[in-house]
C-alpha cells in the first residue's frame, strides 16, 4: 500500500458510539465522512477512560501502565489543584508524532493532551496556570512553540474567553485551519473539547451537550474545507474520534474523608491533604486509585471500601496493572453508574449528593468518565475517511491501542517496539502485507 502524505486527526472529547448511532443523521458532515469511509463503530477504551491517559494510548499505541500517563493528574495531596501530565516528557513510550518528526515530516498539535515541550512544529499545548505566580501567557508560550502561539493569538485571540467553552474550540478551529491552509503539516492533531465540557456540567444528553455535538460536525467541515484550499485534500486522510464516553452522576464518594475517619491520614481544612498519609485516594473521577506506605492492613482496607455505598467492585493492584492502569496502586476502586469519586479529606459525609447549584465547580459534575471500559453503552467510535479508506464500509469494534498503529500505517511509519495494539486492516483500500 503506498501512503499518503497528509493525516489529520480531530479528536472529539467524549464522543460516544451513542451519539453517532442515535444522531448522526442529524450529523451532516459526519454522517457523509460515514458513508464515504470507513466506521469503527465500537471502540473500547482503556482503565482508566480519562483523557490524558486516553489522547496518549492514540498516539502511542500503549496502555498507560507502559506509556506513563496513569491519570489526568500528578500525586500531590497537599495541592488543591494539582500538576496535570501537561508535558510529553512524562510519556515513556515513541509517540506518532515522534515518528513523523524523524522522517522529516511536519507536524502540528491544537490541545492535544500532554504534547508540552515536544518537537511538534507547530504545537498550541494545553496547558493552564495553576499557580498564583503565573499566568495563561508564560505557561502556554513554555509549553508551546512560541511564535507560532504568539501568531495564532495575534489573529485568533478574539474568539477566545479563557478556556470557555464553546469560545475555546473556536479559537482552535480558527487556528487549525489557519495552520492547515498555510503550512499543510503532514500530521495534525486536534483536540475538541466543547461537548466534554458540556456534558461536565449539563449531563451526558442534556441539550446543551447536544448542541454541542452539531457545533462540532460544523468545525468538522470547516478543517475538512480548509485542505481543500490548501490542495492537499485528495492527499489527506481523516479520522474523527472519541476518546471516552461519559455517564450522569448525581453522587460523590469521599474516601479520603473515610480514611481521614480511619487516621489514616491527616485531613487539612483546605479538601487536602498533609504527606504523612499511609493510604490515600487517588479519584479518576468515575473510578479510584488507592495506594499505600508503611501500611500492612490490606485486608481490612479492601473490606472497609468495599462496604462503601457507590461503590461496584475492588481489584488488586496487580489486577489494574494487568488491565493496563497504574501498577503502582494498591487497589483500584469503580463506582456505580451515577456515582463519582473526589479526592475531598474533610467532608460532612463520605457519600453525597451532588448539590445542583454547585454545578460547574471543581469536582462538582453531572457527567463524568473515568469508569471501566467495558461498562455497557460506554464505548466511543471512530470514523476513517480519505484515499487509502475504504468507502461505505463498517466493522464492528476495536480497541483504543489499535488506532495508534493504523494512523502510522496511513503516514506510512512504523513504531520499531511492539505495540499492544494491531492497525485495523480492514479500512484499507487494497491492504498488502507491505507498507
Not at 509549553?143 to 495564532?152: Q, T
Not at 465540557?197 to 468538522?220: I, K
Not at 496502586?329 to 463520605?350: H, W
Request: charged share 20%.
Amino acid at each position: 500500500m503506498e501512503a499518503n502524505q497528509h493525516l489529520v486527526i480531530i479528536s472529539l472529547d467524549s464522543l460516544g458510539f451513542r451519539d453517532l448511532r442515535e444522531h448522526r443523521e442529524e450529523l451532516p458532515i459526519l454522517n457523509s465522512l460515514i458513508a464515504g469511509g470507513t466506521w469503527v463503530k465500537s471502540v473500547t477504551g482503556i482503565y482508566p477512560t480519562l483523557t490524558y491517559p486516553s489522547h496518549t494510548t492514540i498516539i502511542t499505541g500503549q496502555y498507560p501502565n507502559v506509556h506513563g500517563i496513569i491519570n489526568n493528574t500528578k500525586i500531590q495531596p497537599k495541592r488543591n489543584s494539582p500538576d496535570w501530565y501537561w508535558y510529553q516528557k512524562d510519556v515513556k513510550s515513541p509517540t506518532l508524532y515522534d515518528l513523523a518528526h524523524q522522517k522529516q515530516m511536519t507536524t502540528a498539535a491544537f490541545l492535544w493532551p500532554v504534547t508540552a515541550g515536544s518537537k511538534i512544529t507547530y504545537n498550541l499545548a494545553e496547558i493552564f496556570p495553576n499557580r498564583i505566580w503565573t499566568n495563561q501567557v508564560l505557561v502556554s508560550l513554555k509549553a508551546s512553540s512560541p511564535l507560532f502561539l504568539l501568531k495564532m493569538n495575534h489573529k485568533y485571540g478574539h474568539l477566545r474567553n479563557g478556556i470557555k467553552q464553546p469560545q475555546l474550540d473556536d479559537f482552535i478551529t480558527a487556528s487549525a485551519v489557519d495552520t492547515l491552509t498555510n503550512q499543510q503539516p503532514n500530521l495534525t492533531m486536534i483536540h475538541l473539547v466543547d461537548m466534554d465540557s458540556m456534558r461536565h456540567r449539563y449531563g451526558v444528553r442534556s441539550p446543551e451537550a447536544m448542541a454541542a455535538l452539531h457545533r462540532l460536525d460544523q468545525r468538522v467541515g470547516e478543517i475538512i474545507e480548509a485542505t481543500k484550499q490548501a490542495g492537499t485534500f485528495a492527499d489527506t486522510n481523516f479520522v474523527i474520534l472519541g476518546d471516552h464516553y461519559q455517564i450522569n452522576v448525581d453522587k460523590m464518594i469521599h474516601l479520603n474523608t473515610l480514611f481521614a475517619q480511619e487516621g489514616w491520614l491527616t485531613k487539612r481544612p483546605d479538601q487536602t491533604i498533609e504527606d504523612d498519609w499511609s493510604v490515600l485516594a487517588k479519584t479518576t473521577d468515575g473510578s479510584s486509585y488507592i495506594y499505600t506506605k508503611n501500611f500492612t492492613d490490606n485486608l481490612r482496607l479492601r473490606e472497609l471500601v468495599s462496604s462503601v455505598e457507590g461503590i461496584e467492585t475492588v481489584i488488586s493492584g496487580q489486577e489494574a496493572s494487568e488491565r493496563g492502569a497504574d501498577a503502582d496502586c494498591t487497589l483500584m476502586v469503580e463506582a456505580k453508574e451515577g456515582y463519582y469519586f473526589t479526592d475531598e479529606s474533610n467532608r460532612p459525609q463520605i457519600v453525597e449528593e451532588v448539590d445542583p447549584a454547585t454545578l460547574g465547580e471543581p469536582d462538582r459534575y453531572h457527567g463524568v468518565h473515568g469508569y471501566d471500559p467495558t461498562k455497557p453503552d460506554y464505548q466511543t467510535t471512530i470514523v476513517f475517511n480519505g484515499p487509502a479508506v475504504k468507502a461505505g464500509e463498517t466493522i464492528d469494534s476495536a480497541n483504543l491501542v489499535d488506532e495508534a498503529p493504523t494512523f502510522a500505517r496511513l503516514l506510512g511509519l512504523q513504531f520499531d517496539n511492539p505495540l499492544a495494539g494491531k492497525y485495523l486492516d480492514g479500512i484499507f483500500k487494497g491492504v498488502t502485507d507491505e507498507i
